[in-house]
């Protein structure tokens, strides 16, 4: 079945630092891919979406690219912030749009 | 415009109790998902309602899980004689009629303790 795999956390960062936070994929057909994130004491809230190969996701800084080839979808960010300290979760939707599959999620933690 | 409000936001029940967890959609959307959060386990998918129907329960644990989506009112998840693996987080999440997959507004969640 579709699935999702995320990069474990926890991970701590300095101010500046670049970002990553792995995420892969398994599913039929053509999904949709998301990152959702959780600021603390808040609910999910999308970040950024891809709906096709090739496409690039991005927002406030974040950036994903849909790569088909390699069933990825990595959350970049050239600079982090202490303000994105939270909890980033890979998603795939499949093609009904009805369903959707989470990674474990990422939590990140800035340092000034 | 309020975002999607789920009651309470942290809810205690002994074992064999019943909880109810609340979701109020957002205004004009029609559609809502539950998700179950589980330690170490991300997000799981639970079940998904229109306005009166079960569109997808396939996510729904086979006893004890209930939910509904009634014309007035918020939907209700209900979970009957709780045990102490129901402890989780659950999120409700909304959407409108119509739309591309992932616009879905979350809820801050529902923390739910058996004790």
């Known amino acids: 079945g579709d699935s999702v795999t995320q990069m474990e956390g926890p991970v701590t960062l300095s101010e500046e630092a670049f970002l990553t936070i792995n995420c892969t994929y398994t599913a039929t057909g053509y999904p949709s891919l998301f990152w959702y994130v959780q600021y603390p004491g808040e609910g999910l809230q999308l970040l950024l979406k891809a709906t096709k190969a090739d496409d690039k996701g991005s927002n406030k800084g974040f950036e994903a690219t849909y790569r088909k080839e390699t069933t990825s979808f990595h959350l970049e960010k050239g600079s982090v912030q202490v303000s994105d300290s939270a909890v980033y979760f890979c998603?795939?939707?499949?093609?009904?749009?009805?369903?959707?599959?989470f990674g474990t999620g990422t939590s990140l933690t800035v340092i000034p | 415009n309020a975002g999607v409000m789920q009651n309470p936001r942290h809810l205690v029940r002994r074992r064999g109790q019943e909880a109810r967890l609340r979701c109020s959609p957002m205004?004009?959307?029609?559609?809502v998902y539950w998700y179950r959060q589980l330690p170490e386990e991300g997000l799981k998918f639970m079940v998904y309602?229109?306005?009166?129907?079960?569109?997808?329960e396939s996510g729904m644990p086979k006893e004890r899980f209930s939910a509904e989506f009634p014309k007035e009112g918020p939907s209700i998840l209900r979970i009957q004689q709780v045990v102490r693996g129901d402890s989780a987080a659950y999120f409700c999440a909304s959407s409108p009629p119509s739309g591309p997959p992932g616009k879905a507004f979350f809820g801050q969640g529902t923390r739910l303790t058996v004790v």
């Open positions: 205004k004009g959307h029609s559609h």
């Open positions: 309602l229109q306005k009166e129907n079960i569109i997808d």
């Open positions: 998603a795939l939707s499949d093609q009904t749009g009805n369903q959707f599959y």
